[in-house]
C-alpha cells in the first residue's frame, strides 16, 4: 500500500516531467519542419532519441536525464538553424499581396520521360538519359547559356592571346609545349560541345520558344556563323606530323569563333548594373589586344630581317640583357605602346618595308586614339548624365531666384530640399526612365518597390487586381521640406496622398496644436476628391496637415482615381462606405442629403467634357474647311486651263479663216470642255466623298 501510494504521489511529477519534455520535443519538431535542410535524417534521429520515454524512470538522477536530453536537442536545433542560414539560402515565402497582383505562377508541362526506375543492372539508364538528350533544348534567356558563353569566351580569348604570342615567340612555344598541348586541346573540346549547344540552341517563333531540333538544326545550318564554327574546328594541327609540334601557325583557324565572345560581352553589358564601367573595361581589353598582337608582329618582323641587323629591329637576342623571353616581350610590347598611341621617341625605320610597317601603325594608332577619347569621352557623359541634368536644374532655379530677388531663407530651403533629393537617390524622374516599358511590367516595379508601402494602404488591399495596376501606374512621388503644408482646411481637394516615409502631423488652425500623426502607409485627402453624398465639407479640406520633417508621398489625382474607378463599381463602393465611416465619426455627413458620390458629375466636370467635345468639334470643322478651300482651288485652276485650250482654239481657227472648219473645231472644242468638266467634277466627288 505505501508503495502503491508511493506510486501515486509520484505521478503526477511523472506527468509533468513528461508534458514539459513533450512540448519541448514538439516545439523542436516544429522548428525542424519550417526549415528544411540536408540534415534533416539527423535531426529526426535526434527527435526520436528525445522522444523516448523511458519507463519506471522515478528517480531524480531519470529527471536530469530527460532534462538534459532535452536542452541537448534543444542545442542542436539551435546550430542546425544557424547553420541553415548561413550555407543556405532561404527559400522566400510569397506575399500573398504580390500573389494577387501577378495570379498563378506558371507552371511547366510535365516531362514526357518515363519515371521508371532502373534495375539492379541499370539497363534503363541508357534509354532515360537518351530521352532527356531528346529533349534537351538551350533557351538563349537561361542563365545556363549565360554561363556557357563564359566557358567559350575563355576559350576564344585564349588562343586569340595565346596562339600568336607562341607563333612568334620560340621560347615561349618550345619551354611549355606540353602545357600548351593540354590546353589547346581542352579549348578544341570546348569548341565542339560548343557547336553541339548551338544545334541546341532554341529560338523564338510568334513569342515561344522552338524546340524542334530539324528547325534548330536547319536554323544554324544556313547561318554564315556555322561556316566558321566548322572551319574553326578543322583539324588542321594534324600537320604536325609533318611540321612537327612547335608550329601553332597552323591553329590560326581556331581565331574564327570570335563572335561568340563578342556575344558574351553583349550580353554581359545588357546584365550587368554598372555597364559603363563595362564599356571600360572591354575597350581596354580590346586595346591591350591590338597592342599585344602589334609587339608579337615587330618580333616577327625583326626575327625575319635579322635581329639587330639595324637600330630598328630588335636588339641582337645573343645579347644577355636581350636573350630572356621575359625581356624580350616586354621591349615589343613598350615598343607597339609608343608607337600606337604616336608618342614615337624610337628608332626610325632603315628599309622600306619597316616604313610600311610603321606607316600602317602610325594610322591605326590614330583611329585608336580617335576611339579612345570618344569612347572614354561618352561614357564618362553616360556617367555623370543623371549629375549634369540635376545641376543643371538647380542652376537654373538659382538664376531665376537671384533675377526675382527671392528672399534667402526660401532659397537657402529650395536649396536644402534639392540637397535632400540628391542625397537620397530621389532626383530620378521614375515615370521618365520607366515610360519605354508595357504597363504591366511598370505597375510590377512600382508594387516590387514600394511593396512595404502599399501593404499599409488599405483601399489597395482589398480592391481587384486589374484597379491596382491602374492606380499604382497613376502614383506621382512628392516630397516636402520640414514645415511644409501638404494641405490646409477648406482648400479645394483636387488629389489623395499615400504617405511612403516621413511622418505628417495633423494640426488645428494656428499650426501648434498637433491632434494626431501620421505615418507610412496612411493615406489621406481621399475625402474631398470622392465627393461623398451629404457631406457638409463638399469637395474643401477637412484639416490641416503639415510634414514634421522631409516626407516622400505619393499623390493621385482626382481625374485619375475617377478614370481608375470607373469600370470597377465595387472599389468604387469601398471607396464611397469609407469615407462615409471618416465623416460621420466627425460629424460632417448629412444623412438626408441625395446628391453627390462617385457617379456623379459636378458643373466643373460637365463644363469640361463640353470644352473637350467642342475642341473636337472645332478640329474636323478646320479639318473640312481645308478640304474644301484646296478642292475649290484645284477647281479654279482646271477651269483657267481649259479657257486657255479655247482660246487658243478659237486663234487657230480665225487664222485659218475656214467657216466650216470653224463650226466643227468650235463644236469639238465645246464636246472637249463638257467632257474634262464631267471628268473633273466625277473625280472630285469620288475624292470628297469619304471626307464628307
Known sequence: MTGQAAERDLSPHRLSVKTTLEEEIERAESILSRVPSVCDDTSSELQRVAALDPQGATSRNSFRRRGAISRLVNLVVTLREWAHRSLLEEEERPDSFLERFRGPELRAAPSRISNTQPDANGNNTKGILRKKWGLF????????????????AIAVLYNWILVVARACFDKLQVGNYICWLVLDYLSDLVYIMDTCVRLRTGFLEQGLLVKDHVKLRDSYVRTFQFKLDVVSILPTDLAYISTGIHTPQLRFNRLLRFPRMFEFFDRTETRTNY????????????????IHWNACIYFAISKSLGFGSDTWVYPNISNPEYGSLTRGYVYCLYWSTLTLTTIGEMPAPVRDEEYLFVVFDFLVGVLIFATIVGNVGSMIANMNATRAEFQARIDAIKHYMHFRRVSKELEARVIKWFDYLWINKKAVDEQEVLKNLPNKLRAEIAINVHLETLKKVRIFQ????????????????QVYSPGDYICRKGDIGK????????????????GVTQYALLTAGS???????????????????????????YSDLFCLSKDDLMEAVTEYPDAKKVLE????????????LDENAESGGLGKEDTDEKVERLESSLDTLQTRFARLLSEYTATQQRLKQR?????????HTCSAVLADGDTDTDAEAMAGTEASLVANAEEFAHGNNVQTEPNV
Open 137 to 152: 533544348v538551350v533557351s538563349p534567356s537561361d542563365d545556363t547559356y549565360y554561363r556557357w558563353l563564359f566557358v567559350i
Open 275 to 290: 555597364p559603363n564601367i563595362f564599356r571600360i573595361c572591354n575597350l581596354v581589353l580590346y586595346i591591350l589586344v591590338i
Open 462 to 477: 482589398d480592391c481587384e487586381a486589374g484597379l491596382l495596376v491602374e492606380l499604382v501606374l497613376k502614383l506621382r512621388p
Open 495 to 510: 488629389e489623395m496622398y499615400i504617405i511612403k516615409e516621413g511622418k505628417l502631423a495633423v494640426v488645428a488652425d494656428d
Open 523 to 549: 493615406c489621406f485627402g481621399e475625402i474631398s476628391i470622392l465627393n461623398i453624398k451629404g457631406s457638409k465639407m463638399g469637395n474643401r479640406r477637412t484639416a490641416n496637415i503639415r510634414s514634421i520633417g
Open 577 to 588: 462606405e469609407r469615407g462615409r465611416e471618416i465623416l460621420m465619426k466627425e460629424g460632417l
Open 639 to 647: 477651269i483657267t486651263l481649259l479657257e486657255r485650250q479655247v482660246n
